[in-house]
């Protein structure tokens, strides 16, 4: 079994990558993707282990629009949420091609390894995720907006 990582020799290591690849700061994706996951095992592919938190993420919230324009074998919390974004479809739809689009991306970088190709993914993931991000929290917005509403729709609805 292999020995967990410090924290800051990922950074040291990481910070050489940051440097030849002109990558984000440590502490900025981070923040976004909870990189610090890779310190769990000491890897010769410290890029690619923060590709994949970065994927995981996108994946997420990938699978949570997916489930918002699609909700038919959803949860009822969902398929309120949906409801609720009725005049938003449109966005949604938008920003599910977006990151659906990703995926063929992620398939390929983990069919062959190339360092270089591993940044330029870390470095174009981060940026999209500020304005994946931004439509997000616009999304939420609309359904917090719409919330109190949609319940009162949905308590009128069959229970049994």
Request: proline share 1%; charged share 30%; hydrophobic share 40%.
């Amino acid at each position: 079994m292999v020995d967990k990582w410090s924290l800051e020799k990922v950074k040291e290591n990481y910070q050489i990558l940051q440097e030849k690849y002109s990558l984000p700061s440590f502490d900025d994706l981070n923040k976004d993707f909870q990189i610090e996951k890779v310190t769990l095992f000491e890897t010769d592919l410290l890029l690619k282990e923060i590709r994949v938190c970065i994927s995981n993420k996108f994946f997420n919230y990938l699978r949570f629009l997916e489930s918002l324009i699609n909700p038919s074998n959803a949860s009822m919390f969902i398929f309120a949420m949906a409801k609720s974004l009725d005049k938003d479809k449109e966005k949604l739809i938008k920003l599910y091609k977006q990151l659906s689009v990703l995926e063929i991306d992620f398939i390929d970088l983990d069919l062959g390894y190339s360092e270089s190709k591993e940044a330029d993914s870390i470095k174009k993931y981060y940026l999209l995720w500020q304005d994946v991000q931004k439509d997000l929290l616009e999304i939420l917005g609309v359904i917090k907006k719409n919330w109190d509403n949609k319940a009162e729709d949905n308590s009128k609805g069959y229970y049994g």
